[in-house]
Every structure is written in structure tokens, then in C-alpha cells.
């Protein structure tokens, strides 16, 4: 078995960020070693000063497949994950058909990959109302985890749970061990504040703004962490947006909750008083707040009251994001950002003093963890898959659709000039990604525990 070494004078290793060769035999990574102790007849790649890092792992993606692939498939969007330095996705169970809340659900998705990945895939699966008796069955079939909505997902076919249905569901989630996602707004604040804008010109991102307040966030993490006291499972909240929450996500790490956090590349780029009316591709659920909320988010990830960051990557064709009526009212609530999440999230980090670690650990290491796969990937260090990603930190380039690689090239981040240029992607030390190209044939396949 032949012997690889990727070299760099910043490889980014849980140790810390040093020069070093990694040596890759098959799909595994042997060592990590000094460069003058490359063993004699290994195949050497030398990245110089280009970073090296992990394979990131994106716990939070809408691939859409089966059923929906006209708005992504697998094949889009793991050519997009490659192109951004994601090496492991984990499938969202809503947006696809049939919504992943059965076993037979989950065989039609892993038929769906079947040969049609660039990168590594898992599945969550689905809490809706009355599939409680299909959690501990979903969890022996193979799920991560599980999903559930406590507001309508904006689509037909995965319902939301309320707190009844949740009481239903949450011994069983809680025998498997696994942890439950939660889109974490409530309906009432949501509809109460709709109601009170009336004719309001929804062309207009405040009045959007406005329909979806702090409160519905704040109110349906608030009941999470109750049940989660009662019930003793893991406890996700996806996609925080709002800051207000995080003194009591905090104080639920202190009192030993079984709670993690993450939030988004848009939540942690854009604020609201720089989007344009009618600018849909901005659109999101929870939405984009102001520049100060977006300040503390920030601040949580540097507290670690945030874990995590992962895309939300939800597409759609564009007359549902109805760019020619600009209304956030009808529009799709989606952003699609696979292919440039690392750079977005490098050009801000960067700015505000954080380095390459930091964006392993809420990157790789992070997500990782949610989903159980901490043993084996996203990391750099003996035992662990040659999920490799080289990375240029200092290079900058404009976003152009050519760049996205998803099935439709919209995005919120067009035009804009971002620092950090993914070179290269490796998966079990094999390129997928090098240099625009996607070299060879899907080689990705399913994680399981």
C-alpha cells in the first residue's frame, strides 16, 4: 500500500496549527510527523504555505433527494461540499420525498446516493406528529440524530411538533441516546406580530424582520430546555439568530444540560440594516437581525456558548425565491452557501482576530461531535480518515456563480470579495476537488455508526 505525505508549513492539527507531514496510507492517516521524518519512497505533496486542514463536516444541509433532486440532488450538492472543503454532509429529513421519518424513507435516500457522491453523507431523521413509534426504528436503521420543527418548515409533508407531541416522542428519543435537532421558533409570536403588521409592504426586509421577532426563539428554547430537564435527552438548537438568547443557553450549560448551539455563516456575515428591500436571496428563517445581534452571536462563539457552525445550505429554483416580485412574504426562506461557507466564514473570523483553529473547531471538530463521527473525522491525527482540505488563507477571490457548484447559483454572497481559497479537497486521501476540478468519479458513501 503506497504511503502519501501532505506537507505545509500550517497544518492544523488538534495540537496546534505547525509545520508538518501527514502521512496517509490507504484512506487512513498514519501520523503526523515533522518534515524531515517523511519516510523514504513516500509520494510526496507539498503545499508550502497553504494551510492544511480537516475535511469540515456540515451537520445541517437540505439535499433535497429523493423526490426533489430538481432543486438539489446528491450529486450537486456533494460537488459543492468538495468545492468548499467539506468532506462529511448530514441530510436535513425534510425537503425531500419521502420526508426521512421511516426506515423505508431512509432505504429511498440511500438509494438516492447510491454512486452519486463526491463527498461522505449521513442522514437525520424526522419528528413529526405520530411517528414517535419509528424513532427507535429510524436509530437501529442507522439516523445520527433527529429533526423536529416547532413553527411550519414552509413546506407540505414533515409537520411541525408541539409541546404534546413532543412528550410523545421524547422517551423514545431519549432511549436512543441520539441527539434531537430543533428549528426553535414558535408559531405564537410569529403570528401575533404578523397580525399586528396588517397591509404592511412585505417588499420591505423590516417588515420581514418584524414577523419573525427574538421572541419566537427565545419562547421555544425556553420550552426545549424545560422538556430537556424533564426528559434527560441531547438537546440541539439549529441555526440560532438571535443574541438574547444566549445568557440562558449559557446558565443550561452551568446547571449540566445535555445542550449544544450553532449558527449559521449568513447570521455571522450579514446584518439586517445592510439588505436591500426586495433582496429575497436574503431571506431565512430565523431571519438576519441587526449588526449588534450579529456582534454577540460572535461573541458566543468566542465564549463557547456557541459550538458550532454549519450551513443551513437549503436551495430551491429561483422563481420560488421570486426574485422579479421581491416579496419576503412568499419567497423561499433558504440560503445556499456550501461551496463558499469556509471563506465567508474566514474573511469575518479573521477580521475580528480568530485563527485556523478556531475554524476547525466550529467547522470539523463541532459538527463532528453532534453527529457522532469525532473518532474518525474532522480532525487531523493518527486512526482518523485522510478527509483533507488545503486551504490559502490569504488569497481572496470575487464570488461569481461559476464558483457555487450547487444545482442553482444563487446566493446572498454573489459579487462580494471573500478571503480564503479552498486549492484542494481530499477524501480518505483521494482528490475531489482540486484546482475548480472534480477529478475522477463519486467516490463519497455513507457514514454509519
Not at 5 to 29: D, H, N
Not at 105 to 118: G, H, P
Not at 275 to 289: E, F, M, V
Not at 410 to 420: A, D, I, K, Q
Request: glycine letters at 8%; aromatic letters at 8%; charged letters at 20%.
Amino acid at each position: 500500500m503506497s504511503l502519501q505525505a501532505f506537507v505545509s508549513r500550517q497544518v492544523v492539527t488538534p495540537e496546534g496549527v505547525r509545520p508538518a507531514a501527514v502521512l496517509v496510507e490507504g484512506e487512513q492517516i498514519r501520523e503526523v510527523v515533522p518534515p524531515a521524518e517523511i519516510s523514504s519512497g513516500a509520494d510526496i505533496h507539498d503545499f508550502g504555505n497553504a494551510a492544511i486542514l480537516p475535511g469540515l463536516v456540515d451537520s445541517h444541509v437540505h439535499i433535497n433527494d429523493p423526490g426533489r433532486a430538481d432543486w438539489e440532488g446528491f450529486n450537486t450538492a456533494t460537488r459543492a461540499a468538495a468545492a468548499g472543503g467539506y468532506t462529511l454532509l448530514v441530510d436535513m429529513p425534510l425537503n425531500c420525498l419521502p420526508a426521512t421519518t421511516t426506515v423505508v424513507a431512509l432505504e429511498a435516500k440511500r438509494s438516492a446516493a447510491q454512486s452519486r457522491c463526491w463527498v461522505d453523507w449521513a442522514a437525520w431523521g424526522g419528528v413529526v406528529q405520530g411517528n414517535q413509534a419509528d424513532i427507535e426504528a429510524l436509530a437501529t436503521a442507522g439516523v445520527l440524530g433527529f429533526k423536529c420543527f416547532l413553527i411550519h418548515p414552509g413546506i407540505d409533508g414533515f409537520t411541525m411538533v408541539g409541546e404534546e407531541d413532543l412528550r410523545a416522542a421524547l422517551p423514545h428519543l431519549a432511549r436512543t441516546g441520539l441527539p434531537l435537532l430543533v428549528h426553535a421558533e414558535l408559531a405564537g409570536p410569529v403570528d401575533t406580530a404578523t397580525e399586528r403588521l396588517g397591509e404592511a409592504d412585505w417588499r420591505c426586509y423590516s417588515t420581514y424582520l418584524q414577523s419573525r421577532p427574538d421572541e419566537a426563539e427565545l419562547s421555544a428554547i425556553r420550552m426545549m430546555l424545560s422538556l430537556c430537564r424533564q426528559y434527560d435527552f441531547r438537546l440541539h438548537i439549529v441555526h440560532l439568530a438571535t443574541g438574547q438568547a444566549l445568557p440562558e443557553l449559557r446558565a443550561s450549560r452551568s446547571e449540566g444540560l445535555a445542550v449544544s448551539v450553532e449558527t449559521c455563516p449568513h447570521y455571522l456575515h450579514l446584518a439586517a440594516e445592510d439588505i436591500p428591500d426586495a433582496a429575497t436571496l436574503c431571506k431565512c428563517a430565523p431571519p438576519i437581525r441587526s449588526r449588534e445581534n450579529r456582534e454577540a452571536l460572535w461573541q458566543g462563539l468566542s465564549d463557547g456558548v456557541i459550538d458550532l457552525v454549519a450551513t443551513d445550505h437549503s436551495p430551491c429554483p429561483p422563481a420560488m425565491k421570486r426574485l422579479e416580485e421581491g416579496s419576503f412574504r412568499t419567497a423561499w426562506g433558504g440560503i445556499s452557501s456550501l461551496s463558499v461557507s469556509l471563506a465567508v466564514i474566514w474573511t469575518e473570523a479573521s477580521r475580528r482576530g480568530f485563527a485556523l483553529a478556531d475554524i476547525v473547531r466550529w467547522m470539523a471538530e463541532g459538527p463532528a461531535r453532534l453527529a457522532g463521527c469525532a473518532a474518525r473525522k474532522g480532525r487531523i491525527a493518527a486512526g482518523y480518515d485522510a478527509d483533507l482540505v488545503v486551504f490559502d488563507p490569504e488569497a481572496a477571490f470575487q464570488v461569481t456563480p461559476e464558483r457555487l457548484h450547487y444545482r442553482f447559483p444563487l446566493s446572498p454572497y454573489l459579487g462580494e470579495t471573500l478571503r480564503g481559497v479552498v486549492k484542494a479537497t481530499y477524501l480518505r486521501g483521494r482528490p475531489v476537488f482540486v484546482g475548480g476540478e472534480f477529478p475522477g468519479e463519486p467516490r463519497g458513501r455513507e457514514w454509519q455508526r
